[in-house]
């Protein structure tokens, strides 16, 4: 159990209505979209999450037809891209490191939503990155306190790395999503989570955008943008950053076999 380092996160968030926790301390601290919130800095809020990352999984096609994305690679069924002006993303409030990913589930909506909710299971079923997560504390009917810690990268070079982060399940009409869409948003909170000194502390905001192409099939768009904190040749942070979307496909193996 985790010993929280403020006390937005203190006290119980049962029974407690939406409407309730926007008006407490957590929504005081992010103001967001009405949500309980918590955020690091601006630029980790809801709001800002969602207008910087979601403009990046809208329509991923003309945005590599106009060179707002590059696409870095293909790997086991999920395109990577990264954004073309890196420095333009980070000027706007963004973390240096940005990845988008797509990839298709045979899978319906709701049950990629559910595994990607339930985050007690990901060390099952993330292969790739996750060593350990943990639920820290759920804050109300759609936010929960995250802990995650990552799998060393590169063989090594790159030392585990562990995030602390609120989940938010949000509205897909913020994006115009269509109909039977879900829409995940990760704030960073670095720092309401104690250190793990096996670990180096990082800095993370995701968005991740479901979408049904028929009853049984979901398109999953991923943002991520990430701070991995440390002096590391740039070529190594890249290589790794790639790997990171690969949470899709190993997801997707997982559902695929159920």
């Given at each position: 159990?985790?010993?929280?380092?403020?006390?937005?996160?203190?006290?119980?968030?049962?029974?407690?209505?939406?409407?309730?926790?926007?008006?407490?301390?957590?929504?005081?601290?992010?103001?967001?979209?009405?949500?309980?919130?918590?955020?690091?800095?601006?630029?980790?809020?809801?709001?800002?999450?969602?207008?910087?990352?979601?403009?990046?999984?809208?329509?991923?096609?003309?945005?590599?037809?106009?060179?707002?994305?590059?696409r870095r690679t293909d790997l086991n069924g999920v395109t990577i891209y990264s954004v073309t002006?890196?420095?333009?993303?980070?000027?706007?409030?963004?973390?240096?490191?940005?990845?988008?990913?797509?990839?298709?589930?045979?899978?319906?909506?709701?049950?990629?939503?559910?595994?990607?909710?339930?985050?007690?299971?990901?060390?099952?079923?993330?292969?790739?990155?996750?060593?350990?997560?943990?639920?820290?504390k759920a804050l109300g009917t759609d936010e929960r306190l995250v802990y995650l810690q990552g799998?060393?990268?590169?063989?090594?070079?790159?030392?585990?790395?562990?995030?602390?982060?609120?989940?938010?399940?949000?509205?897909?009409?913020?994006?115009?999503?269509?109909?039977?869409?879900?829409?995940?948003?990760?704030?960073?909170?670095?720092?309401?989570?104690?250190?793990?000194?096996?670990?180096?502390?990082?800095?993370?905001?995701?968005?991740?955008?479901?979408?049904?192409?028929?009853?049984?099939?979901?398109?999953?768009?991923?943002?991520?943008?990430?701070?991995?904190?440390?002096?590391?040749?740039?070529?190594?942070?890249?290589?790794?950053?790639?790997?990171?979307?690969?949470?899709?496909?190993?997801?997707?193996?997982?559902?695929?076999?159920?």
């Amino acid at each position: 159990m985790f010993a929280l380092r403020s006390s937005r996160f203190v006290g119980s968030a049962s029974g407690r209505s939406a409407a309730g926790l926007a008006a407490g301390a957590l929504a005081a601290a992010a103001g967001c979209y009405g949500l309980a919130a918590a955020c690091d800095a601006p630029g980790a809020s809801v709001k800002s999450v969602t207008a910087r990352l979601g403009r990046l999984v809208v329509d991923v096609p003309t945005l590599e037809a106009t060179k707002v994305l590059t696409r870095r690679t293909d790997l086991n069924g999920v395109t990577i891209y990264s954004v073309t002006n890196e420095a333009a993303h980070s000027k706007a409030g963004g973390l240096p490191v940005v990845r988008v990913a797509e990839a298709v589930i045979k899978a319906p909506v709701a049950e990629v939503a559910a595994l990607w909710w339930h985050v007690q299971s990901r060390k099952d079923w993330d292969s790739v990155n996750t060593q350990d997560c943990q639920l820290v504390k759920a804050l109300g009917t759609d936010e929960r306190l995250v802990y995650l810690q990552g799998k060393p990268k590169r063989g090594g070079v790159i030392s585990s790395r562990d995030f602390a982060y609120v989940m938010h399940r949000v509205p897909a009409q913020e994006l115009g999503a269509r109909t039977g869409s879900a829409l995940f948003i990760q704030t960073n909170t670095a720092s309401e989570v104690p250190a793990n000194s096996s670990s180096v502390r990082g800095d993370v905001n995701s968005l991740l955008l479901l979408e049904p192409l028929d009853a049984t099939t979901t398109r999953a768009r991923y943002a991520i943008e990430i701070d991995v904190k440390g002096w590391l040749p740039t070529k190594v942070v890249n290589a790794a950053a790639d790997e990171t979307p690969l949470t899709l496909a190993v997801m997707r193996d997982h559902l695929e076999r159920q």
